[in-house]
């Protein structure tokens, strides 16, 4: 039996641990629909749970136990929910994967993560041959056979987590609130990729909490990734529910509107890159769909107007992987580019470089910490420092610079680290200046956000040659495309003779950042070098 809770901040575990509610439903509502797919088929309550269960059986077959670490490296869809909501089941931890990550990046989560099984795409599986697998020992590969090249470990197909749904034993003891429920990486800016500790609390604090707009019989299409928060919470919060997702590979703008009619969803995230591209996808005489609620992230149109000329209500908040979305909006917020204002159970303040609060219209870093235990993530996965960094003074510190109106309203200024944001991918600098230096020609690099002809950020890399080396442009990119994630290959390359620094031999990337795409930046989409996201991360 789950111990009572006599905190009233904290949700019990029947109403927020994954497992019971997975089980509640079914039996609440078996023929409900929870997931509709792009093949066309649709799960329901009573199936999922089946599905979870059987594919639970195996896990534990294969010998994971109760707070083990499973790697989940899959796309959008049916594999990636029930080997998700499975490893949960049996109160293990999931730890999705970027679909885009290879060489050194993924080799950092392979061993960072300290697991011991991982569920694998066959697309995906042949990239593990290139690295360190560290404490991996089973590898089951779904969809296609399992790849040559991987040493000692244990491959294993589709087959293995096959198993008899009435097999699933209990775990060791009652999954808890606030046991760790996943370990979802997001990207460094000083180091590499921080895995960040979020419990079935945390969850339930977005997804309950900050989700307020939700209603009876909503479908919310799942077009961001499972491996991201967006994608995750927009499906714990229907779980919560008992209500319904539609789950999409990816968003395409070309067929957004089809596919929420098609699907009957009534709720959809746009992050700012999206927005207007389902605008124009749209044509001059708009469209009719079932969308009730667009949640615009961040705040880059003119709310009325985009919910006038489309039938929907229109909000907006600020979140991040390790928080839990601090900041929300009313209906139509504004004035335009407001994040909103703290929702109750939040404290977020405005500092300065001391941790003192600084008046309201000031800039400064955005910090937040919340009244319920567990709310926000306890930290980051074997990587102590960084907690110690990111949660000073008893606050979690965003490294986001913020301003306050007199009326509470927050509004986003810019990043205070280093870290890209390009069309919804979070980009570490130092992770593309480590792949970008390896080139034999660099003797040094600076990688910045630069400022696209559509106002989107790109990665720009601004490096010095080695002595008597020439940087030949597309011969830089090639290097880098099979040894960074498409959206982390530079579009732009400046070549310098130094880069500015500070007295203390520091690069000082502002400079660059200021300067943008100058005359002598060179293009890479220019050169004729486009890279997409193909089915699978590339």
Request: charged share 25%; glycine share 8%.
């Amino acid at each position: 039996m789950n111990t009572p809770i006599h905190d009233p901040r904290v949700p019990s575990a029947d109403a927020c641990v994954l497992r019971n509610l997975v089980d509640h439903w079914a039996g609440q509502r078996p023929q409900a629909v929870f997931a509709l797919f792009e093949d066309g088929s649709t799960w329901r309550y009573d199936a999922m749970r089946t599905a979870v269960r059987a594919t639970a059986a195996g896990l534990q077959a294969l010998g994971v136990r109760q707070g083990d670490h499973v790697l989940s490296w899959l796309p959008n869809g049916p594999d990636a929910l029930r080997v998700w909501f499975a490893i949960n089941y049996i109160g293990a931890v999931c730890v999705p994967v970027n679909l885009a990550y290879r060489g050194a990046i993924l080799a950092h989560v392979v061993e960072n993560s300290d697991a011991r099984v991982a569920v694998v795409h066959g697309d995906l599986a042949e990239r593990l041959a290139d690295i360190d697998t560290a404490a991996l020992e089973t590898v089951v590969t779904l969809k296609g056979a399992p790849p040559a090249g991987l040493g000692a470990l244990r491959l294993l197909d589709d087959a293995a987590l096959a198993g008899d749904p009435d097999a699933v034993t209990e775990p060791e003891r009652p999954i808890q609130p606030w046991d760790l429920q996943c370990i979802m990486y997001t990207s460094g800016t000083t180091g590499p990729s921080k895995g960040a500790r979020s419990s079935y609390v945390h969850l339930y604090s977005i997804s309950h909490d900050a989700y307020f707009f939700l209603r009876d019989g909503d479908r919310y299409l799942v077009n961001l990734p499972l491996f991201h928060v967006g994608g995750t919470v927009a499906t714990y919060a229907m779980l919560l529910r008992g209500e319904s997702i539609a789950v999409v590979d990816s968003f395409k703008a070309s067929d957004f509107w089809d596919v929420v009619r098609d699907t009957g969803s009534t709720v959809a995230t746009l992050l700012a890159s999206m927005i207007p591209l389902v605008s124009k996808a749209a044509g001059p005489e708009g469209v009719e769909s079932p969308l009730r609620v667009a949640l615009m992230v961040p705040l880059v149109e003119d709310t009325r107007a985009f919910g006038q000329r489309f039938g929907c209500e229109i909000y907006t908040l600020f979140n991040m992987t390790e928080v839990s979305a601090p900041i929300i909006s009313g209906l139509y917020p504004a004035p335009l580019g407001t994040c909103g204002k703290a929702r109750e159970g939040m404290e977020v303040r405005i500092v300065d470089e001391n941790d003192c609060e600084v008046a309201p219209g000031t800039v400064g870093e955005l910090v937040v910490r919340a009244d319920r235990p567990w709310a926000l993530s306890d930290g980051y996965h074997r990587n102590d420092a960084a907690t110690a960094r990111a949660w000073r003074n008893g606050w979690f510190h965003t490294g986001d610079a913020f301003r306050q109106d007199t009326e509470g309203n927050f509004f986003f200024v810019d990043r205070m680290k280093d870290a890209i944001r390009r069309r919804g991918e979070n980009i570490s600098s130092f992770e593309v200046e480590a792949a970008v230096s390896a080139h034999p020609a660099v003797k040094e690099a600076a990688v910045v956000a630069a400022r696209a002809e559509h106002g989107d950020e790109e990665v720009m890399a601004v490096v010095i040659p080695r002595e008597g080396q020439t940087i030949e442009p597309m011969a830089f990119f090639e290097f880098l495309v099979p040894r960074l994630p498409h959206f982390m290959v530079p579009r732009y390359l400046r070549v310098l003779p130094d880069l500015p620094r500070t007295p203390t031999q520091k690069v000082q990337k502002n400079v660059l950042r200021d300067e943008g795409v100058t005359a002598d930046t060179i293009d890479r989409e220019a050169l004729g070098l486009r890279l997409k996201r193909k089915t699978l991360g590339t």
